[in-house]
């Protein structure tokens, strides 16, 4: 089972039987079993994903909280806004949500400075769908909310790769692929926030009734 190294890690600091060394930016076996003194492993925390703490949620609308692991759980809610997932400590993030819908409608997101969410007219949003053997694409140009996918009153899934969301020089993309349950729709969505800007945060809306599910936020590590 591999070994789940602690983040951000002192000069010196322990764990099982390695010690962090900051001459070589990594762990090293401190020398038991005999022979393996010096050895320097690799982090497995810094491969793949790492979930995300926020450091607040607010709910309209319904209920929720933040489990100790970062995972975002709500009920009957028309808005989840996830305040501080995005920083400087990863370029890329991924975000999954699994939803229950009550009425149809779209899932859709603003970015997020603090509290405050970016509801400009500055996102580009290219479509791809499915619906049993139909093939649609669609294209919007500066639309207010960014829509992410339609929905219906079964349950569904979204997964997001958000791309530099908080570099001030790079418009923030994102590409999102949704698969809603018993409806037989498959999107796939490429958005864009058409300004340079740094966020640190997402609204989720939705555009019609409310939703419940969980909510889940990875940093991609480099």
């Not at 028309?78 to 997932?85: H, K, L």
Request: hydrophobic share 35%; with cysteine.
């Amino acid at each position: 089972m591999p070994l789940d190294f602690p983040s951000s890690p002192t000069n010196g600091q322990t764990y099982e039987n390695f010690v962090y060394d900051t001459s070589i930016t990594a762990w090293r076996n401190q020398g038991s079993p005999s022979g393996l003194a010096g050895q320097v492993v690799a982090l497995d925390n810094k491969v793949g994903l790492k979930q995300l703490i926020p450091t607040a949620i607010t709910l309209a609308g319904g209920t929720g909280s933040i489990t100790s692991n970062g995972t975002i759980s709500f009920s009957a809610c028309t808005s989840v806004a996830i305040q501080g997932v995005f920083s400087s400590l990863y370029r890329n993030y991924k975000i999954i949500l699994n939803i229950t819908p009550s009425a149809g409608g779209n899932v859709n997101y603003y970015l997020m400075t603090g509290a405050t969410a970016n509801t400009a007219n500055v996102y580009y949003n290219q479509e791809l769908r499915v619906l049993d053997t139909t093939v649609q694409g669609a294209f919007v140009g500066w639309p207010t909310t960014n829509g992410i996918a339609a929905v219906g009153v079964t349950p569904g899934n979204i997964a997001m790769d958000v791309y530099a969301p908080n570099i001030s020089t790079v418009s923030t993309g994102v590409m999102s692929d949704a698969n809603m349950g018993g409806s037989y729709y498959i999107r796939k969505y490429h958005n864009r926030h058409g300004v340079e800007a740094a966020f640190d945060g997402i609204n989720f809306q939705a555009s019609g009734g409310s939703h419940t599910g969980t909510i889940t936020v990875y940093g991609y590590e480099d």
